[in-house]
């Protein structure tokens, strides 16, 4: 293999496009309405238009602003899932999959925090950042695909839980205000649920 391959190879996904977007459409499939699932697959798309905000700008203030941006909501959804889903992983048979989901998160933060220390307006920044979103698109096309599935065949109870859980967390980390969709990536915003939030619990009132 060559440098140059093993480059791509490093950032690039190995499932395609199509791959993806067929298994972003199962999942939405199984999820239910506004549950622990639905808003997964919502701030996947959340943390997907927050690495093209980044990309596209074009000074260094800019950059460092959207940068700040990914880094809330990509860590406050990682949180959210290792407090509340992967254990539910571990506890109902698929350790396994929880425990790959721990350390591929772990890398991602390590790689989002050596972000810091480069140049936002080099190559070798953008390198970075292609290598970190080709993880997280790899990351979030195993979930989508196979290992949150089973935990659909939950009770309703248990399924309640995890939402409630996964909600309580991830608010936790970014504060209300960004769980309901403000202050992300314009591109972000219009993944909302039915009741006018970005697919959290209903504002409150």
């Known amino acids: 293999m060559s440098i140059l391959d093993k480059v791509v190879a490093a950032v690039t996904p190995p499932e395609s496009i199509e791959a993806r977007r067929k298994a972003r459409e ?7 309405h506004n549950d622990w699932l639905d808003h997964i697959l919502q701030h996947h798309a959340q943390i997907e238009a927050a690495f093209a905000a980044v990309k596209a700008t074009s000074d260094a203030t800019s ?10 909501i990509l860590t406050g959804h ?14 109902f048979g698929h350790k396994s999959h929880g425990m790959a989901g721990y350390t591929e998160q772990a890398g991602a933060k390590a790689n989002m925090g050596e972000l810091e220390y480069l140049d936002p307006m080099s190559q ?45 967390e ?36």
């Not at 199962?26 to 239910?32: E, L, S």
């Not at 790899?138 to 939402?163: C, I, N, V």
């Not at 608010?171 to 205000?177: L, S």
């Open 78 to 91: 990682a949180n959210a899932e290792e407090v509340a889903i992967y254990p539910a992983l571990v506890r």
């Open 124 to 168: 070798e920044y953008l390198d970075k950042l292609e290598h970190i979103r080709g993880a997280v698109a790899h990351h979030m096309y195993e979930e989508e695909s196979s290992r949150f599935l089973d935990l659909t065949k939950l009770t309703p109870g248990e399924q309640a839980r995890l939402t409630e859980r996964y909600d309580e």
């Open 26 to 32: 199962k999942a939405r499939a199984a999820a239910g």
């Open 63 to 72: 950059r460092l602003a959207a940068q700040r941006e990914l880094a809330l």
């Open 170 to 205: 991830f608010e936790r980390y970014v504060g209300d205000e960004l769980a309901h969709g403000n202050h992300l990536p314009r591109e972000a915003r219009g993944t909302r649920a039915p009741g006018g939030t970005t697919g959290m619990r209903p504002e409150k009132h």
